[in-house]
């Protein structure tokens, strides 16, 4: 099974579970690494989090010193570039989760509800449903679990799962076989909790004699969890495009299965005028947030939390 398949039907599988799953998501700090499969469990203020928006929140507008009391000149709370910190109030009061006013011919900001302690635990998935081709399998995630972003990390496989697969992985990895036919989940292995609020050490490069790591302290990686959580969030796992092809016939998940091919399709990879089976037509239609919102606890339209519209003016 392509790893393409084997990621979309693990989605849906846990989507239909209730989980809030997410995909192709960065999980480094200073370093490259793309996370495949993320599920981020509801923590105790999740319902706040959920009635502001249903988009991705920008971090720079979380991070800020912007409270829900007092407006403040928007110069006066963001520590980072002007130009970020200008985006930030844009999409933040987009989202309704800042209000703006003018005083003096100057912006200023407030949080319409502080930011909601939302977040509960991060799983990261790596999905390799051939073990036979591992690539960097094993230094991959032996730097998921030295850098310890998420609480637990975990390898998916459609394999079967020999002890010698086992005892070449790290053993904080838990190990799931997932049937995609049966949408059956075998655990072989339970991951273990990982020190999520202690600093870790993220593996930059690694090469024959040497590796480059970096310390990464708690509260950037406080910061890096939060960053991962909005974007899994906004992001939902549904972001691929639909091809404008009438052998494309999504399944109940929404799924781009097609006919010709007998599998899921990457439109950008896989379909086009190049494409033997290819027979132009509109691409389906397909209500991925209704979906979510019925089978999750995300909401597609929440009322928002704005007091007032105060949103008419700009910056000068
Ligand atoms: S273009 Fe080819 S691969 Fe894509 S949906 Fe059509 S038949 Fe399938």
């Known amino acids: 099974m392509r790893e393409f398949d084997f990621e979309l039907s693990l989605c849906a599988h846990l989507e239909r579970e209730g989980r809030l799953v997410s995909r192709q998501l960065g999980g480094a700090v200073y370093g490259r690494r793309v996370l495949d499969t993320v599920i981020v469990e509801p923590g105790p203020e999740f319902d706040e989090r959920a009635a502001i928006t249903p988009e991705r929140l920008p971090a720079a507008a979380i991070e800020s010193s912007v409270g829900p009391g007092r407006a403040r000149y ?8 002007p130009d970020r910190a200008e985006r ?26 502080r930011y909601p302690d939302w977040v509960g635990e991060i799983v990261a998935i790596e999905n390799k449903p051939d073990l036979d081709r ?21 390898l998916a496989t459609a394999s079967y799962v020999t002890g010698a697969h086992l005892n070449r992985i790290p053993e904080e990895v838990g190990v799931w076989r997932f049937d995609a036919d049966s949408g059956t989940i075998d655990v072989r292995r339970e991951a ?3 020190p999520t609020d ?52 999504p399944d109940s998940d929404g799924i781009p299965y097609c006919q010709w091919k007998d599998r899921a399709v990457r439109e950008s990879d896989d379909c086009g005028p190049d494409c033997g089976g290819y027979d132009e037509d509109d ?20 009322d928002g939390r704005r007091r007032r519209q105060s949103g008419l003016d700009r910056f000068e």
């Open 74 to 81: 928007w110069k006066d709370v963001f520590d980072c570039h």
């Open 88 to 113: 930030a109030v844009e999409l933040a009061v987009e989202r309704g989760f800042f209000e703006r006013e003018r005083r003096g011919g100057r912006t200023y900001v407030r949080q319409t509800t």
């Open 134 to 154: 591992p690539g960097d399998l094993e230094s991959q995630l032996r730097t998921d679990v030295s850098l310890a972003l998420a609480d637990r990390v975990v």
């Open 192 to 194: 273990t909790p990982l």
């Open 198 to 249: 202690d600093a870790g050490v993220e593996l930059l490069e690694e090469r024959p004699v040497r590796a480059d790591v970096r310390i990464v302290n708690p509260s950037e990686k406080a910061r890096a969890r939060r960053r991962l959580a909005e974007r899994a969030y906004g992001k939902g796992w549904r972001s691929f495009d639909y091809p404008a092809c009438e052998r494309c016939a």
């Open 283 to 302: 691409p389906p239609t397909v209500d991925g947030e209704s979906l979510r919102a019925e089978r999750t606890p995300w909401r597609a339209d929440p």
